[in-house]
Nanobody
């Protein structure tokens, strides 16, 4: 199993940008597709973006399409989420996970977008 640590969240105003990172440990990171999810208080965790193991294909939730970009650097065992044109409704804790997801989720990183 891959171990994952999210970072890069923060407080930004609407229209701003953040770049999230997901650092993976282990020797098999490149074997997995990777997802970003997010969860706002009182809501279920929702899918944000996916990238295939080799980085050739990406998929996005309609709510973030055109604003967010998922990428990965397999040589550095790191997943990224570039978040542009942020909106208050993007406020959530952001998590990364493998495809299929591991049995547990990390602490995530908090993104707060003010209006």
């Amino acid at each position: 199993q891959v171990q994952l640590v999210e970072s890069g969240g923060g407080l930004v105003q609407a229209g701003g940008s953040l770049r999230l990172s997901c650092a993976a440990s282990g020797r098999t990171f490149s074997n997995y597709g990777m997802d970003w999810y997010r969860q706002a208080p009182g809501k279920e965790r929702e899918f944000v973006a996916r990238i295939t193991s080799g980085g050739r294909s990406t998929y996005y939730a309609d709510s973030v399409k055109g604003r967010f970009t998922i990428s990965r650097d397999n040589a550095r065992n790191t997943l990224y989420l570039q978040m542009n044109s942020l909106k208050p409704e993007d406020t959530a804790i952001y998590y990364c996970n493998t495809v299929p997801p591991g049995g547990s989720w990390g602490q995530g990183t908090q993104v707060t977008v003010s209006s």
